[in-house]
């Protein structure tokens, strides 16, 4: 009866477990094209503005949930062990990169007009994309779910936005649910879609213009 | 405890079976696009494919009117409305079929992909490759296949 009890146990931990313990996702991976060529310099920050991030309930690198057998859940972390706005902030460089912009990575800590305006101040560029991630992470049981709520600005060295475009909403995400590394993929894939439509938008795209 | 084992294999049993008939299919399309316009396209061969996907899909776009050409090289060399990227998976069950299927529209100058879809199909909901690329093809462009409703 010991011996069944050894048997059944590792299967009772695994179904309350599953495959969701310790899962990273690579923000990093994520290949962005984005709707415009240009040139000239950028500077560019992402901002951490999650409330569960700001209040402490979760670690900058916390990206999302999976669910284990139960519907019990466990986090899900950056894989290079990075807060989730420096990976979105390596990848947004790149693309930016791609368009043929000269990026400076910007530090700003907060979401907060007065430290925005001082950075912007202090890079001496004409224009500064800053992306506001107020809510970003995945959810996943049997399908991922997206929550996100992003605000891109165009922001002058005199503290000036000059244009904004703001996307908020919860979404399934096709393609999700099924590995750890699929999932990874698949909220590359639509960190790639989001940012693309965030800066496909008139005012922003005419910001960006030399 | 026999009633219990057999009620166990046979859970076991119909989840297995089930998780053999699994299919998605879903696009996104970017809300500024206008889909409608695009005449020209070129479909770029994937880099791994050695099975011609790209052939497939520039045929069914000129089924569907369209005009479509397809390469290895990344870039068309005439200018094109849309350059079309793909991602097939496969996978082994008894024969090799097509797991998944994904098509992107991008567009030529930027390479900003504005419209995706995908078709995900299981072993037992499996179908041709050409299928495969038919319905998701539909599924970008809005089209309503034969025998189903809107």
Redesign the interface.
């Known amino acids: 009866m010991k011996s069944l009890q050894l048997v059944v146990l590792p299967f009772v931990f695994a179904a309350l477990t599953g495959c969701a313990v310790g899962n990273q996702y690579d923000y990093r991976a994520a290949s962005v094209?984005?709707?415009?060529?240009g040139s000239g310099e950028l500077g560019i920050a992402v901002i951490d503005n999650r409330s569960y991030v700001l209040d402490g309930d979760k670690e900058a690198e916390f990206i999302g949930l999976q669910r284990g057998g139960f519907n019990n859940p466990f986090d899900v972390t950056t894989a290079s062990g990075n807060s989730l706005t420096q990976d979105m902030s390596e990848a947004l460089g790149i693309a930016l990169g791609?368009?043929g912009y000269t990026v400076t990575g910007l530090q700003i800590a907060s979401a907060d007009s007065a430290a925005i305006t001082s950075a912007v101040a202090e890079s001496g560029m004409a224009r500064n994309i800053v992306l506001t991630v107020t809510d970003w992470k995945t959810d996943i049981y049997m399908n991922m779910t997206l929550h996100f709520d992003l605000l891109l600005e165009v922001i002058t060295k005199q503290g000036d936005t000059i244009a904004s475009n703001h996307m908020q909403g919860e979404e399934t995400v096709?393609?999700g649910g099924i590995g750890a590394s699929q999932n990874s993929r698949t909220a590359s894939a639509a960190f790639?879609?989001k940012i693309?439509?965030l800066f496909?938008d008139p005012e922003i795209l005419a910001a960006l213009a030399n | 405890m026999k009633r219990l084992l057999n009620l166990i294999q046979a859970g076991l049993i119909l989840a297995l079976a089930a998780g053999c008939v699994n299919t998605?299919l879903?696009s996104?399309i970017?809300p500024?696009a206008d889909l409608v316009g695009l005449e020209t396209f070129y479909v770029a061969k994937a880099g791994h494919d050695e099975r011609g996907i790209e052939v497939l899909i520039a045929a069914e776009l000129n089924a569907m009117g369209k005009t479509a050409t397809s390469g290895v090289a990344p870039k068309p060399t005439a200018p094109v409305d849309a350059v079309v990227t793909y991602e097939d998976k496969w996978m082994w069950d008894i024969t090799m079929y097509m797991l998944?299927l994904n098509i992107d529209l991008?567009?030529p100058?930027?390479?900003?992909?504005?419209a995706?879809g995908?078709s995900?199909r299981t072993s037992l909901a499996r179908k041709k490759p050409e299928e495969m690329v038919t319905e998701v093809l539909s599924e970008i462009f809005g089209i309503v296949a034969e025998g189903e409703e809107e």
């Open positions: 094209s984005l709707p415009l060529a791609n368009s096709s393609g790639e879609t693309g439509r496909n | 998605e879903t996104d970017d500024s998944e991008r567009d100058e930027t390479n900003y992909k504005f995706t995908r995900y």
